[in-house]
């Protein structure tokens, strides 16, 4: 295969692709591993809403159900008029992955709608989100399959998702949803999860690998949405360690040296919607930004951002994959062959479906915790995960991501053959 067509490979073919570079390494070949390339489930649905005009349009759904050979499906929905089935089936698969290296009880599943949200009213967003669970009712739940907030979904829609859920079962289901808001029994500090349990992994990282660098680091951030704009404001505030000197969302990119205020930089977003602007910024591209000589560079967009195209470009010294997907199997091989460190999504990201395993668990029990409390778990599984990922890249003489698939791939491979093939 030409490198050329390597890059028209879909997000379902890297996820595959970066699974069989595990299993090459591993050395294993199995009907467990054969279940485990495949979405054990997939269901497809149309779901009508009225619109505020009277209208009816329809909207293509889609759940996707990995494997829960280790526990209950898990994974979040998406909305965006990108979704399609390869995509939510690669997120599926990086769900069993990232529960697997970060030990929590779960599967894998994702779900998504085909929509722009940019143009729904706020009554039709709550209607479409009504209408998913009407459509998918029958396959989730709090023991079968557990949804949370993705790209463009928010606490509020998993509010609804919770609430809808709950009027159909006869029964008050906070269990059904994680990612709610604190009122509707979400946990304190989900918000915040994905990024700070990123930070979490960062924090070792640097202490392996640069304690003799200079700080404070320099970072760009590619897409400040709810994952991109947290880390943003954690690393800001983290004693002069850091400085954020280049952004972006969809629209604009922009760069510092001396380093943004991110809080007032945020807070601008929020009232005039764009980061143009700003003093002191200048307005690049975003391939510039992602070609700038920074320590840190932060992916925190879409699946696809670093291909062959850009890879031989990039000047960080280190990736911190808070994306799914950022990067493709034929970029990855460049950036390693240029000595970038990358922290891998199934790694970086996964303080979201930890804290989501802890609002589950809260909300089976009946007993919340505190901020300390949920921040001290957190930390102890995130920095747990990169020991043991960190160990299996010098025991295999591997790549971070190549070690985090060896270890999550054995333990979904020995849970499928406990239970034979069925
Ligand atoms: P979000 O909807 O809050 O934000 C998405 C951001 O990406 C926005 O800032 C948007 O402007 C930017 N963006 C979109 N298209 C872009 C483009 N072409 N170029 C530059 N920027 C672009 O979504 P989020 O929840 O922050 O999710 C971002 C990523 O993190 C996704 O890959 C998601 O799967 C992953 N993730 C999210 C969570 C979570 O808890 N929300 C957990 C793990 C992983």
Redesign the pocket.
Known sequence: MTIKEMERETPFQNALNQLEKACDILQVESDALNIIREPQKTMLASIPVKMDNGETRVFQGYRVQHNNARGPYKG?I?FHPNVDLDEVKA?AFWMSVKTGVLDVPYGGAKGGVTVDVKELSPGELERLSRGFVRQFYPIIGPDTDIP???????PQIMAWMMDEYSILAGQKTPAAFT?KPVENGGSIDRDT??SQGGVYVLEEVIKHRFKDRKKPLTVAI?????????VAEILHYANNDFKIVAL????N?VYNEKGFDVPFLMAKKNEEGTIAGFNGAKEIS?EELLALDVDILIP????N?ITVENANGIRAKMILE?????ITPEAERILLKNNTLIIP?ILA??G??TVSYFEWSQNKSGYYWDSSEVQAKLSKKMKSAYKNVLETSKTYKTDLRTAAYILAVSKIVKAQENLGVR
């Not at 949370?148 to 928010?154: E, F, L, S």
């Not at 590619?222 to 947290?230: E, F, K, M, S, W």
């Open positions: 979040g998406r997120l949370a907030p993705d790209a463009y979904t928010n990612g999860s994905t590619y897409g400040i949405g709810n994952v991109g704009g947290g972006s969302d969809s629209k990119a975003h925190a967009a879409l699946e951002t808070l994306a799914n997907g950022p999504d990201n996964a979201g479906v």
